[in-house]
């Protein structure tokens, strides 16, 4: 039964020794017939410097672009709805007079339930002067900026809803439609 060797054996390490010696001795060679080229490259000074008038050329162009930019005005947004001065008296804008009549109607407690439900339709903006509660400030007058807003080729489009759905709902199930036969522990299928 013939055995496998591993590794070389010693004929191989032998070759494979001379032929470093061999690449290390042309690698010196080559270097001492290069030596002075060498040291002369090294010692080069750096000749990426770039000369003083090309330095003050280009400074002078970047100034020159920074200045010369075109202005575009600002975008003007629609002013603000001014504020009432008795508003500083308490936090609440005045209430609708139409509203307010909702408490006076009905019973005592109807017409308390009819008033804060009408008044509850109203987003905080509409109720409040300023926000009263942190959760308030994100999206605090996001409709008014939000009116402004064009829609833009490249969003997301509701592609599927429109094509797909129907717009008035489910349909009524047609005249042939029976309901599916149920088994119950009184119907055995089996034979």
């Known amino acids: 039964m013939p055995t496998t060797q591993r590794g070389l054996d010693a004929r191989l390490q032998k070759g494979w020794a001379h032929a470093i010696e061999k690449e290390a001795k042309l690698r ?6 290069n030596e ?42 629609r002013d ?29 407690k109807d017409g308390r339930m009819n008033y804060l439900k009408k ?3 109203l987003i905080p903006e509409r109720r409040f002067y300023f926000t009263e509660v942190s959760s308030w ?7 008014d900026s939000a009116k402004d807003m064009r829609k833009t080729g490249f969003g997301r489009q509701q592609v ?22 149920v088994f119950s522990p009184s119907i055995c299928s089996c034979s």
């Open 28 to 33: 010196l060679k080559w270097f001492r017939a």
């Open 36 to 77: 002075a080229r060498l040291n002369e490259i090294a010692n080069k000074p750096p000749s990426r410097e770039v000369p003083e008038d090309v330095k003050n050329e280009y400074k002078k162009t970047l100034i020159e672009s920074y200045q010369n930019v075109i202005k575009h005005p600002r975008i003007k947004t």
């Open 80 to 108: 603000p709805d001014p504020i009432d001065p008795s508003a500083f008296q308490g936090i609440m804008k005045p209430v609708d007079p139409a509203v307010r009549k909702l408490i006076y109607t009905g019973s005592n």
């Open 119 to 121: 008044r509850v339709e």
């Open 137 to 143: 400030e994100y999206g605090w007058n996001m409709w």
């Open 160 to 181: 599927i809803k429109d094509s797909f759905y129907r717009r008035r709902g489910v349909g009524n199930d047609p005249e042939w439609y029976k309901e599916p036969a």
